[in-house]
């Protein structure tokens, strides 16, 4: 019988390193994934990942099991990209590194999924943040809510409002399909 994240949580604060490595392995490919879609830059995600996990690794004694902890362990994913825009510095390089390695990419990208991924990155981290936790990730309001430290109603209207600018962004003609 496979052990539940909240038994694993157990295991480690026991002392047991590999139900740490289990947790990781259950997990890295979500939190990836959600670095990804908030960074749009590989190299950073695969580092707000591993920095996730080290902070989680970190802070697992203060998990409670009343939540789920997957959603513990990306809120812990949200607030280090969170963080990871307040360093310009770091933003600039890794808009050059995503530029290098979409032109360095073999395969030309599909236009239209390009076209929303450059849209996406472009809406302010404020409404971007809270469009991918609500419609990538499939957060509820009062999660993403929770997450961010706002009111459901301000993560309501940072979803809507993403919504909006991604759909502005692209497609100008807001009436039609892009061409």
């Known amino acids: 019988m496979e052990l539940t994240d909240a038994s694993l949580v157990e295991h480690c604060l026991a002392g047991r390193k590999d139900a740490f490595a289990e947790i990781?392995?259950?997990h890295q490919d979500r939190v990836y994934r959600l670095a990804l879609r908030i960074t749009?830059?590989?190299c950073e995600a695969t580092d707000l990942s591993q920095e996730t996990f080290i902070?989680?690794?970190?802070?697992?004694?203060?998990y409670n099991s009343g939540y789920k902890f997957e959603n513990w362990l990306l809120s812990i994913c949200t607030n280090v990209c969170k963080n990871y825009f307040r360093t310009a510095a770091?933003?600039?390089?890794?808009?050059e590194v995503h530029a290098e390695i979409?032109?360095?990419s073999p395969d030309p990208p599909d236009p239209r999924r390009a076209a929303l991924e450059d849209a996406l990155k472009s809406i302010p981290q404020t409404l971007r943040l809270p469009l991918v936790l609500k419609h990538v990730e499939g957060f509820s309001y009062e999660e993403i809510a929770r997450i961010l430290k706002i009111g459901v109603s301000a993560a309501k209207m940072r979803v809507k409002r993403g919504r909006d600018e991604l759909v502005r962004l692209f497609n100008p003609s807001a009436g039609g399909?892009?061409?």
């Open 24 to 26: 990781v392995r259950r």
């Open 40 to 42: 749009g830059d590989r």
């Open 55 to 62: 902070r989680a690794y970190r802070s697992l004694r203060s």
């Open 90 to 95: 770091r933003r600039k390089r890794a808009q």
């Open 102 to 104: 979409f032109q360095a």
């Open 177 to 179: 399909e892009t061409s």
